[in-house]
């Protein structure tokens, strides 16, 4: 590759179901790369498996990654130069790469049935060989192929590899060599005719131009293989860089046990799309200022391969959550209150109050999905203690002092909003000669039912004076005589 090649990265789905987040991590670090070098991000779907790509899945993972605001620059929705974008339309070109490599004498047919690769394949392991191919159709007589045919076996084609170490370069790992005896001959296509992974993408990167393949560190394995196919089709590889796996917290792979996995799970759950970028880019990779929290255009700006690790990278939902709370505290309140409104669903609320609830829990709230529960006391008709520290603090002889006084003081009052209240609350202090955490957590479970919460005051003056007065006498009755 030449340094004067434009930069051209690739993602590249299969759409058998919903974009997992460690793929969205890799569209991440494409897009980022793409963007840093001010190359082209190139979106190309991977629909070879007849009998789970399905459409919708590519819409759904095509509307995923727009929601991230990782825009390509050329797809299968936008066209492009390169095209057609989707593998499953790109068949006459695949076979003509197949043809490439039968003139060469570098494929050939194989006959073996999957339970005799098996078979062989656990013998080799019994004698403490490579379990990669034996080899058995490599050389194959034309009387055992015309057997092999006359039973109605249809061949896959395999690539013939040479004996030999295929090495290649790792822009985070470094150099990485491979035995070619541990890789054996490998599938191209299968008997349908259908191209197999290696040798598809190989042909899409090269016809595609792409520069930098950017990819998990799963991935790995594949990759002597598919330098093997660019220098058999006389083609130079591109630039490899294999990303860290992402594990959950018990260090094992990610996995449904540890949770939501696919980004459509996160944002019906309230994560900013910027936080969650902001979040899967710094999965193996730090800003050399060390802040954590950073825009597009900063991770664009600032992006280094010397800075990935190479060490697996942990998904911490705290650190998640804390770091979509400092965007969603970012926001423009009108912004925040547009965002939140469609998680209230059916509990609803009027019009003229809902701006005051959603300023009062904008900084009360990590993730949109927390409003509804947030909000429920603003729209509760009764106030139940949420556990038993609360039910504890009702029983306490200040609650029965503070909430008669809060009854006596708000009883001729005309008007309410946050001064009156806290006004309200410094007469009681004074009065009961109550202070700090023993008056207002009294208060707080009597008008709310839990010990934490958004601003008491502003909550009060959202609740209004009756509602007020009306859960502080409720507390009272329920806690005793009153």
Not at 77 to 100: A, C, I, N, T, V
Not at 242 to 250: K, S, T, Y
């Amino acid at each position: 590759m030449t340094t004067e090649k434009k930069v051209r990265t690739r993602f590249a789905p299969s759409p058998t179901g919903h974009l997992h987040i460690g793929n969205a991590r890799t569209a991440v670090m494409n897009w980022i790369v793409a963007r840093h070098h001010g190359g082209e991000f190139i979106l190309r779907v991977e629909d070879t498996d007849r009998e789970r790509s399905t459409r919708e899945s590519e819409e759904s993972i095509l509307r995923d990654l727009a929601w991230l605001g990782l825009k390509w620059d050329e797809g299968p929705d936008r066209g492009g130069p390169h095209g057609p974008y989707r593998q499953s339309e790109r068949l006459d070109l695949y076979r003509d790469r197949m043809s490439d490599l039968a003139r060469s004498g570098r494929v050939y047919p194989c006959y073996c049935a999957p339970d005799e690769l098996e078979a062989r394949r656990q013998e080799r392991l019994a004698r403490g060989e490579s379990p990669a191919y034996d080899g058995h159709c490599r050389e194959l007589a034309d009387a055992k192929r015309r057997a092999y045919e006359s039973e109605g076996r249809v061949p896959a084609m395999r690539f013939r590899v040479e004996p030999g170490e295929t090495r290649f370069h790792d822009l985070i790992k470094g150099p990485i060599g491979f035995a070619n005896e541990t890789i054996g001959d490998f599938v191209l296509s299968r008997g349908d005719g259908m191209p197999m992974y290696n040798f598809a993408c190989v042909a899409d990167d090269h016809d595609m131009e792409i520069t930098h393949v950017i990819r998990g560190n799963d991935h790995v394995s594949n990759t002597p293989r598919q330098v093997l196919l660019y220098l058999a089709l006389g083609w130079t590889p591109p630039a490899f860089a294999h990303i860290p796996m992402i594990l959950g917290g018990d260090r094992e792979r990610l996995s449904k046990r540890h949770g939501a996995t696919s980004v459509d799970q996160y944002r019906a759950a309230g994560y900013l799309p910027e936080a969650l970028v902001n979040f899967l880019s710094l999965l193996s990779w730090s800003s050399e200022s060390g802040d954590e929290i950073l825009g597009m255009e900063r991770l664009v700006r600032e992006f280094d391969f010397g800075r990935v690790s190479e060490s697996p990278a942990v998904f911490n939902t705290e650190k998640l959550d804390w770091m979509n709370g400092q965007y969603l505290r970012a926001l423009d309140p009108g912004r925040f209150c547009e965002l939140a409104l469609p998680f209230f669903g059916a509990a609803g609320a009027p019009a003229a109050d809902i701006r005051k609830v959603t300023d009062l829990l904008q900084s009360a709230v990590d993730r949109l999905s927390q409003v509804p529960e947030k909000a429920a006391v603003f729209f509760a008709e009764t106030v139940v203690p949420e556990n038993a520290e609360a039910e504890a603090i009702l029983r306490s002889p200040e609650a029965r002092r503070i909430g008669e006084a809060f009854l006596g003081q708000t009883a001729p009052l005309v008007s309410w909003n946050s001064e009156l209240f806290l006004a309200v609350m410094k007469e009681i202090q004074k009065g009961t000669g109550i202070k700090g955490k023993n008056l207002w957590m009294p208060i707080r479970v009597m008008l709310t039912g839990q010990v934490h919460g958004p601003e008491l005051p502003k909550t009060a003056e959202i609740l209004g004076r009756e509602k007020c007065r009306r859960f502080v006498r409720e507390s009272l009755e329920r806690s005793g005589d009153g």
